[in-house]
């Protein structure tokens, strides 16, 4: 099984300041990595795909980076909509997992 | 764009059987088209995958947690999904979340809330 840790698990954050959350796979995953955005009682949100590629209708200010085993999220310019869990998500392997999510607040 | 609507979730004894249901809507949504998933999540916790289906049924899979207890299936011609869930546990207590696979989980329904209690 392919494990996924990201880090932090919780960042309390000013808005416009830019966010980091990485997500680093326990195996080369390749591009397989994709993040969501999770509000509190809402489904989860796909936010980008293969590991860089935004998904239909998310804000340019959300973007993704890295492959084979590191990869990243960055918000830039956070924004007071954004305070959410956020989660990464591999595909390469069954079974699929996910990281533990990261928790932006908003200070 | 996509929905998803689940069904089917209540409260049921430990050891209990429940069957969940997702229907995709049909607009601009070829369900037959794509492969399914159900990821759940336990109260306060994260998000687990469960089980996926190709899109013919060919290839199906499960988590360990479940393997063995639920079954998953779908029905093309009524653009549904389903989970059939046997001797249930209360660790399976959690939201059921019917979702559309493009290799990311792009379109997710609204969850159904199973609860295994005594």
């Known amino acids: 099984e392919i494990v996924l840790t990201q880090s932090p698990d919780f960042q309390s954050v000013t808005p416009k300041e830019k966010v980091t959350i990485t997500c680093r796979a326990s195996?080369?995953?390749?591009?397989?990595l994709h993040w969501y955005q999770q509000k509190p009682d809402q489904s989860p949100k796909l936010l980008i795909k293969y590991a860089s590629q935004s998904f239909s209708g998310v804000p340019s200010r959300f973007s993704g980076s890295g492959s084979g085993t590191d990869f990243t999220l960055t918000i830039n310019g956070l924004e007071t909509e954004d305070a959410a869990t956020y989660y990464c998500?591999?595909?390469?392997?069954?079974?699929?997992?996910f990281g533990q999510g990261t928790k932006v607040e908003i200070k | 764009e996509a929905q998803l609507v689940e069904s089917g979730g209540g409260l049921v004894t430990p050891g209990g059987s429940l069957r969940l249901s997702c229907v995709a809507s049909d607009s601009g949504f070829t369900f037959r088209n794509y492969n399914m998933n159900w990821v759940r999540q336990a109260p306060g916790k994260g998000l687990e995958w469960v089980s996926s289906i190709s899109s013919s049924s060919t290839f199906i899979y499960y988590a360990d947690s479940v393997k063995g207890r639920f079954t998953i299936s779908r029905d093309n011609g009524k653009r549904s999904l389903f989970l059939e869930m046997d001797s249930l546990r209360a660790e399976d207590t959690a939201i059921y979340y019917c979702?559309?696979?493009?290799?990311?989980?792009?379109?997710w329904g609204q969850g159904t809330l199973v609860t295994v209690s005594s």
């Open positions: 195996q080369n995953i390749g591009s397989s």
């Open positions: 998500h591999q595909s390469s392997n069954v079974p699929r997992t």
């Open positions: 979702v559309r696979d493009t290799g990311g989980f792009d379109y």
